[in-house]
């Protein structure tokens, strides 16, 4: 069931498996077992239903059964929103859990249902092909790599897994409430629709994700926020996720405007250099006449100068053959 590209990733690396216990997180949890992959669980418990401690202390307690570590955070949000601070909360957690144990893949229990609700409300907003495809298998992140191993099964084959082999899962209630956005387009669209005409939805992501690689920009953080995107057709596209990065939100003529020399709201510095792009904060500190002529000699736009000095950025390092021939190339 696995496939066979995220086995690799995952056997060359310390892995992290984002748990709750239902279906997906459950099927995902014993598949990884049974594929000899090493990995540890992280759980958040929003004690929002009456199963959530239970949920909680079964996942501690199945950890300690196979012998892997369970980390556990539990909170209590508002209503208003919930969805946006549940997932802020749950990536924070797993960012911080991943940094300080040094875990370097993030295990998501996504599945086609997933991916196909994600593409059918993104299609509803009016999207392009960026925003429809959502979920990628393997994504580089910043601090970790994301792992779906299990993208391109549907759920009720999980359920069926599950079911065969009497493996334990809980059922969160709250999937089946049309108070939720997402569950609108479970319920009422996509996973009739899956049902039916799975095989040709996984044959449709597949053309769509060789068409969304060749359009992916490429950007690569360097130290602190100074970043480099790889001017080619996409840059653009790689401009203004840096810029998001850096608390601003581009305008169509911002984006029009963005691939020569200039400052972007008056807090974003941008230079070009053959076929790179210089991102940074927009600064105006003096500089030593040693740190100006070091950036002259490696040719570093005048815009972008202020920014590595203020960060003792050391020019020496900067090999703009390799910055885009490396594997920790973010490509969003």
């Known amino acids: 069931m696995i496939s066979k590209n995220c086995l690799t990733h995952l056997k060359n690396g310390k892995n992290l498996l984002a748990f709750s216990y239902g279906v997906d997180s459950a099927a995902l949890f014993y598949l990884l077992e049974e594929s000899g992959i090493k990995f540890d669980i992280a759980i958040i418990n929003y004690n929002t239903r009456e199963n959530s401690t239970v949920e909680a202390t079964s996942a501690k307690n199945l950890a300690y059964k196979f012998n892997k570590k369970c980390f556990l955070k539990s909170v209590k949000l508002q209503n208003k929103n919930f969805e946006s601070e549940a997932r802020k909360i749950r990536y924070d957690f797993f960012k911080e859990i991943c940094i300080n144990e040094k875990y370097t893949n993030l295990i998501l229990a996504h599945q086609l249902n997933d991916m196909f609700e994600w593409f059918l409300m993104q299609f509803s907003k009016g999207a392009g092909l960026n ?3 959502g979920m990628q298998e393997i994504e580089k992140k910043e601090y970790y790599t994301l792992i779906r191993p299990i993208l391109n099964i549907q759920k009720d084959e999980l359920n069926k897994y599950l079911d065969k082999n009497n493996y334990k899962y809980f059922v969160d209630e709250s999937n089946f409430s049309d108070k939720y956005t997402r569950n609108h387009f479970r319920l009422e669209f996509s996973n009739q629709f899956i049902k039916q005409y799975s095989n040709g939805v996984k ?71 053959d076929d790179i792009v210089f991102i940074s904060p927009f600064v105006k500190d003096a500089m030593d006449k040693k740190f100006k002529e070091k950036c002259r000699k490696a040719l570093i736009p005048k815009l972008i100068r202020p920014y590595l000095f203020q960060i003792n950025f050391e020019i020496e390092k900067l090999n703009y053959n390799k910055i885009f021939d490396t594997t920790d190339v973010i490509a969003v």
């Open 203 to 273: 044959k449709s992501f597949e053309f769509l994700n060789q068409d969304y690689n060749q359009l992916k920009p490429k950007y690569k953080k360097i130290k602190d926020d100074f970043y480099l995107v790889y001017n080619d057709k996409n840059a653009i596209r790689g401009i203004d996720k840096v810029c998001k990065k850096l608390g601003v939100l581009m305008s169509q003529n911002q984006r029009l405007a963005a691939l020569k020399d200039g400052v972007i709201s008056g807090k974003i510095a941008i230079g070009i250099k």
């Open 131 to 133: 925003e429809l495809i």
